[in-house]
């Protein structure tokens, strides 16, 4: 899809010194540096308001950046055509994200229909996707308020890997849902990526969520990065602002332990 | 004699006037909708326009009619016919609601789902045509549906200039002053605007999106 050659691509994104201000000049995002590797899930942790959806923005250009540079496949995306940035990204955001006059099919097929597939191609493809994601082939025709929380969300996703990108950006997609539906999309989606080994770049608050589902957790605090530490590693930082997050946690005895995933 | 033997002694006349009546707020509403639902488009995207747009969509609404109808009489090829000049008049009146609804339409579009659209690759025109506007189009129809009932109305002063429609019932009543005549006029008016708000209505509410 994109014309950069695949052996340059040791990192798949990359934050060099980047700051976002707002034209206010208060700064959201100071002085990023963080390197993100291609097929890992790439935890951005942080609590609200922390600057994490900030970041995420930045790598598919809907912000940018005031200050450094972000780079995507090793180019700037100040220099890439923003239009074929974003096709090369799949995007999935919490629920809201779903065109309401669309039905399931058409809002999994945007991406494909943008960049004008044959019908027969996109539609094998929306088919393929819905499997995937587990949907059930009647709800294609069904238009989003006529589904369930969990339904939307795994329209989200398939939605985000439609034209089979290899970066994918998640924003709290599964904030939105009830304890059980959630664990039922983290341990789906862990499948998923197991299989898919895309770059995913994920968005969340949740500590247990990013234990389960991250290679790595980056851990953001006021518009700081605080640290970038394996899963294994996380819980056992010693640094305090780590413990803290951790902490605020570990309502449960088992939580510090090493877990194994479902 | 009262206004149902009158409309039916004279019900070729009253078909007539009914059929100008139409044509003349037929033509002004669709060359409204063609210019102000674009400029209504316009200020949306670039809210600097939006004062000076809005404002002078405003002003024009505040003129009287008939004043209205003085002022274009001076205006080059516009002028030389009734119908044109009503036209004119028309089209300008209806363009607050048109201007004012697309924009409104637009804005209050789910910000989240504009995002959604931009962040997976949407260009503008993509984002305007398959999201922005389906979206607004519930909103867009009901500045139509104002601006048809404003037109319907007022089109019955354009008898006034010699511009035909069933203002000229409402004009050779009053001079008559004989109700019947005027009622002639004044009824197939507000069923014509009763039928345009019903029908534009119903549109309404199957192309909104819930």
């Known amino acids: 899809m994109s014309s950069v050659p695949s052996e340059v691509n040791q990192t798949a994104i990359e934050f060099l010194n980047v700051s976002y201000r ?35 923005k930045l790598i598919n250009h809907l912000l940018a950046p005031s200050a450094g540079e972000v780079r995507v496949q090793g180019r700037s995306t100040r220099d890439w055509d923003v239009i074929r940035l974003r096709r090369t990204i799949g995007y999935a955001i919490q629920e809201v994200g779903l065109f309401p006059h669309f039905t399931v099919a058409r809002n999994i097929a945007v991406v494909p229909q943008i960049e004008h597939w044959p019908a027969e191609r996109t539609r094998q493809r929306v088919q393929e996707l819905m499997q995937l994601v587990g949907l059930d082939q009647q709800l294609a025709a069904r238009y989003p308020r006529e589904l369930s929380g969990g339904q939307r969300q795994r329209v989200g996703v398939a939605r985000a890997l439609a034209a089979d990108p290899p970066i994918l950006l998640m924003d709290e997609p599964f904030g939105a849902l009830d304890p059980i539906t959630r664990a039922e999309l983290q341990r789906e989606f862990r499948a998923l990526q197991e299989r898919m080994q895309k770059t995913v770049v994920f ?17 953001i605090e006021a518009g700081y990065l605080v640290t970038v530490l394996p899963v294994a590693e996380f819980v056992h930082s010693p640094d ?23 | ?40 488009i316009l200020i949306a995207r670039w809210p600097a326009l939006n004062k000076p747009v809005l ?3 405003n002003i024009i609404q505040t003129i009287p009619s008939l004043a209205l109808f003085g002022f274009l009489l001076p205006a080059p090829w516009i002028g030389a ?50 999201v922005q506007l389906p979206l607004a189009l519930g909103v867009i129809i009901a500045g139509v549906r104002v601006a048809v009932v404003i037109s319907v ?15 000229e019932y409402i004009f050779r009543g009053l001079a008559m002053v004989n109700d019947s005549v005027i009622l002639a006029g004044a009824i197939p008016a507000a069923m014509l605007a009763l039928l345009a708000d019903v029908t534009l209505g119903w549109l309404e509410k199957r192309l909104s999106p819930r």
Do not use: C
């Open chain 2, 81 to 130: 016919r009734a119908d044109r000049l009503a036209i004119l008049a028309l089209l300008l009146y209806a363009l607050l609601p048109l201007i004012r609804n697309t924009y409104t339409g637009i804005r209050g579009v789910d910000p989240a789902v504009v995002e959604a659209g931009r962040g997976m690759g949407m260009t503008t025109r993509q984002l305007l045509w398959q």
């Open chain 2, 55 to 57: 404002g002078s969509a």
């Open chain 1, 203 to 219: 968005v969340t608050h949740d500590l247990r969520e990013a234990l389960r589902l991250g290679t790595r957790i980056a851990l």
């Open chain 1, 240 to 262: 305090p602002l780590v413990a803290d997050y951790v902490d605020a946690f570990d309502s449960g005895p088992n939580l510090g332990r090493k877990r194994t995933h479902p």
């Open chain 2, 1 to 40: 004699m009262n206004v149902w033997q009158f409309m039916l002694e004279n019900h070729t006349e009253v078909i007539e006037l009914t059929l100008e009546h139409l044509w003349l707020v037929g033509v002004s509403t669709i060359l409204a909708v063609l210019i102000g639902i674009p400029l209504g």
């Open chain 2, 153 to 167: 109305g007022l089109a019955t002063i354009a008898a006034a200039i010699g511009a035909g429609g069933l203002g």
């Open chain 1, 22 to 56: 707002l034209a206010t000049g208060y700064e959201l995002l100071r002085n990023l540096n963080l390197t993100v590797h291609p097929g890992e899930t790439l935890i951005l942790l942080g609590r609200s308001g922390s600057g994490k959806t900030t970041t995420l």
